[in-house]
C-alpha cells in the first residue's frame, strides 16, 4: 500500500456477496454536501471519504464559487453537519478535493485501486443525495446498473465512463463503485439533465469530438482521480 494522510491506494479488495452489504459500505463513506454563495443561496451535491482523517471528493462545480461548505449525513434519525473546506481543484477533470476536521462517526472511506480494471459490463452501484419531488435530497438514494462505454486519452486509459444507472440532480459527486469489490471505478459527474458540451471533455481525452445524451450519466475514472490526488500532493508515488 502506498500512503499519505491515511490515504491508502492499493490493490486490496473486500468481497460483498449481498448487495445490501455494498450499499451499506457506500452509505458510510458518502455524505450530503450544501454550498452557499455570498447572497446566501445554496446548491447541493454529494462527496465521498477517502481517508479516515476527514478528506473528501466532490465535483469541482459543486464546490465552485461557493463561500461556505457544510456536509451532512443523518446517523440514528439525527442529523449531523460538518463544515469543510476546499483544499485543491480542477475545473477541467471537475475534482475538488475537500477536508473536514474528521469523518463522521462508523464512517468507511472508498477503495482506491489504481491498478483496477474497468470493463463494459461491470455492475456497479452508488450512494448519492439527489432531490426529487418526495425528498429534498437530506436522505441518501442508491442505485445500481452497469458500465456501459469507457472513453479512453490519447495514451489509451480509461478516462471517463458512461454508466447506465439512475441518478438526479444532487447525485454529482457520488463514488461509483464495483458491485462485488468496492473498488472506486469513478465520480459520477455529467448527466442527469445537465447539458454536456464538447468543451467539458476535450481536455479529458485529447480534443477528441465525443457525443453524450443527456439521458447518459458520465463519470471521471478512477485513473483521473489517482493523477488528480497526485496533483493535490496529497498522494506521493
Known amino acids: 500500500d502506498k500512503t499519505i494522510h491515511s490515504l491508502s491506494i492499493s490493490e486490496h479488495k473486500q468481497e460483498f456477496k449481498k ?30 471519504f ?25 446517523i440514528n434519525n439525527e442529523v449531523l453537519t460538518k463544515n469543510a473546506k476546499v483544499v485543491f481543484e480542477d475545473k477541467s477533470k471537475d475534482l475538488a478535493l475537500l477536508k473536514t476536521d474528521s ?12 491498478q483496477t480494471e474497468i470493463e463494459m459490463g461491470e455492475e456497479i452501484i452508488y450512494v448519492g443525495y439527489p432531490s426529487s419531488p418526495i425528498t429534498s435530497g437530506s436522505e441518501p438514494f442508491t442505485s445500481r446498473g452497469i458500465i456501459s462505454q469507457i472513453v479512453k486519452d490519447d495514451h489509451r486509459i480509461p ?18 463503485i464495483k458491485q462485488s469489490t468496492g473498488e472506486l471505478v469513478g465520480t459520477l459527474t455529467w448527466g442527469f439533465g445537465r447539458s454536456i458540451s464538447v468543451d467539458d471533455v476535450a481536455d ?34
Open 19 to 48: 448487495l445490501k452489504d455494498v450499499v451499506k459500505y457506500a452509505a458510510r463513506a458518502s455524505c450530503q454536501i450544501i454550498g452557499y454563495n455570498e447572497d446566501y443561496s445554496s446548491g447541493s451535491g454529494t462527496a465521498y
Open 50 to 74: 477517502i481517508t479516515k482523517d476527514g478528506y473528501l471528493i466532490t465535483n469541482q462545480h459543486v464546490v465552485d464559487g461557493k463561500s461556505r461548505l457544510m456536509l451532512l449525513r443523518e
Open 103 to 114: 469523518a463522521f462517526p462508523n464512517s468507511t472511506s472508498i477503495i482506491i485501486n489504481d
Open 159 to 176: 478516462a471517463l465512463v458512461l454508466f447506465d444507472l439512475t441518478a438526479n440532480p444532487g447525485s454529482s459527486g457520488s463514488s461509483v
Open 204 to 237: 479529458l481525452i485529447g480534443g477528441e469530438s465525443i457525443r453524450i445524451k443527456e439521458s447518459q450519466n458520465v463519470g471521471t475514472t478512477v485513473n483521473v482521480l489517482v493523477d488528480f490526488l497526485k496533483e493535490s500532493g496529497l498522494y506521493k508515488k
